[in-house]
Each structure stands twice: as structure tokens, then as C-alpha cells.
């Protein structure tokens, strides 16, 4: 069920912030982890914001609203949840909008 909370949070945060497209890729490495990238068309992430997005309470956009904008508790739950099950959440580079990568330890 905390795996389902964390790609909701992220596909809700995509959802939210995208223009037109979300989209989501799960790869399998060697590594034995699991990859699932999100990524939106939006605004994206400022280099400088992309590890701070993940405390709790932060919003990037001051102005929005507590119902329109989430309560900035969402991708800090969901690194948590990363975190938990041996794996990690990061906010990468992308050059049109916002891009998110998990990764977990493959079931065995």
C-alpha cells in the first residue's frame, strides 16, 4: 500500500503541474532495482529547488492555494516511503518540465 501512496503522490503532483503530458517509464537494471520515472510537461523544477521540494510544507509557487496546491507534505511522504523500502527518490534535470526518479530494490 506505500508503494501505491508514493506513485500516487507523484503521479498527482505530474498531473497537477503538467501542461498537456505525463508520462511514466519503468525500467529493470542490472543493479537489481526497479526504476520508475514521472515526468510532466509543466513548469519544472529550478536546479536549486530540486532537494528542497522534498521537505515537508515546501511550495514552490507561494501563491497557490492550500486546496488547488496540495499541502506540500505529498513528495516528501513519497521519499519517505522510497526510503523505507531500501530505495531512493530525486527530482533530475529535464529540459521541458518536471522529471522524478524512484528507485527500489527488485522483489526476489
Not at 4 to 13: A, F, I, Q, T, V
Not at 63 to 76: D, E
Not at 88 to 98: R, V
Amino acid at each position: 500500500m506505500q508503494l501505491e501512496r508514493l506513485l500516487r503522490n507523484l503521479l498527482d503532483n505530474a498531473a497537477r503541474h503538467a501542461r498537456t503530458v505525463t508520462g511514466i517509464a519503468v525500467t529493470s537494471d542490472a543493479d537489481g532495482l526497479a526504476r520508475v520515472e514521472i515526468r510532466d510537461d509543466g513548469p519544472g523544477i529550478p536546479p536549486a529547488d530540486r532537494e528542497r521540494i522534498f521537505e515537508r510544507f515546501t511550495r514552490l509557487d507561494g501563491a497557490r492555494a492550500r486546496g488547488t496546491g496540495g499541502s506540500g507534505l505529498g513528495l516528501a511522504i513519497a521519499r519517505e516511503i522510497a526510503a523505507r523500502h531500501g530505495g531512493s527518490l530525486h527530482a533530475a534535470a529535464n529540459p521541458s518540465g518536471a522529471r522524478f526518479i524512484a528507485a527500489l530494490p527488485q522483489a526476489r
